[in-house]
C-alpha cells in the first residue's frame, strides 16, 4: 500500500526528537498532501492506533490523544470547537467510524464505538455505542478489560 499517513507521522516525530524541524516540517507537509490529511506531530497517538485506508481525509489536532488499538476510519475530524479551550481524548480500543466528527473537550471512553457520520460534542462512556447528529448513545456493554 506504501506509506500512510501514519508513516509520515511517525517519521516527523522521530525527526523534531532528532531536533531537525524544518525536515520533520517539510516530511509532515508532504505526508498531508498526498493523504489529504492532516495528523500533527503535536498529537499523541499510542503506537498501535490504526487509521483506514492509510488515513485518508484524516484531522487529528495538536493535543489529541488516542490510546492503544484505536481504530479511526477515513475522513474523521478530531478537533477543538471553535472559541473552546481543548481537544479530544480517545481512550483504548475505540472504533471511531467513517466521516465521524469528534469535537471540543471530550472523552470518548475505551471500548466505545462512533457510527459513521456522527457528530460527537459531548463525553462518550466507555463501552458505549454512539450515532447520529448530534451523537446519541444507542447501546452500552462493558468495555474491554486491560491486557
Given at each position: ?7 509520515f507521522?511517525?517519521?516527523a516525530?522521530r525527526?523534531?526528537a ?5 525536515l520533520?516540517?517539510?516530511v ?6 498526498i493523504?489529504n ?6 498529537a499523541?497517538?499510542?503506537?498501535t ?5 492509510g488515513?485518508i ?8 490523544e ?7 476510519s477515513?475522513?474523521v475530524s478530531?478537533?477543538?470547537l471553535?472559541?473552546?479551550?481543548g481537544?479530544p481524548?480517545v ?10 466528527q ?10 466505545a464505538k462512533?457510527?459513521?457520520n456522527?457528530?460527537?460534542m459531548e ?9 447520529g447528529?448530534?451523537a446519541?448513545?444507542l ?9
Amino acid at each position: 500500500m506504501g506509506p500512510t499517513a501514519l508513516t509520515f507521522y511517525r517519521a516527523a516525530k522521530r525527526l523534531q526528537a532528532l531536533q531537525v524541524p524544518r525536515l520533520a516540517n517539510v516530511v509532515a507537509t508532504v505526508g498531508d498532501r498526498i493523504h489529504n490529511s492532516h495528523v500533527d506531530t503535536k498529537a499523541a497517538l499510542h503506537p498501535t492506533v490504526e487509521l483506514g485506508y492509510g488515513g485518508i481525509g484524516v484531522i487529528i489536532a495538536p493535543g489529541v490523544e488516542i490510546g492503544e488499538k484505536s481504530f479511526i476510519s477515513q475522513n474523521v475530524s478530531l478537533e477543538p470547537l471553535p472559541g473552546r479551550d481543548g481537544v479530544p481524548r480517545v481512550g483504548r480500543d475505540v472504533y471511531i467510524g467513517v466521516g465521524a466528527q469528534i469535537l471540543g473537550p471530550v472523552t470518548i471512553g475505551d471500548g466505545a464505538k462512533i457510527g459513521a457520520n456522527a457528530l460527537v460534542m459531548e463525553d462518550v462512556a466507555p463501552g458505549a455505542t454512539v450515532a447520529g447528529i448530534p451523537a446519541r448513545e444507542l447501546k452500552r456493554q462493558a468495555p474491554p478489560t486491560g491486557t
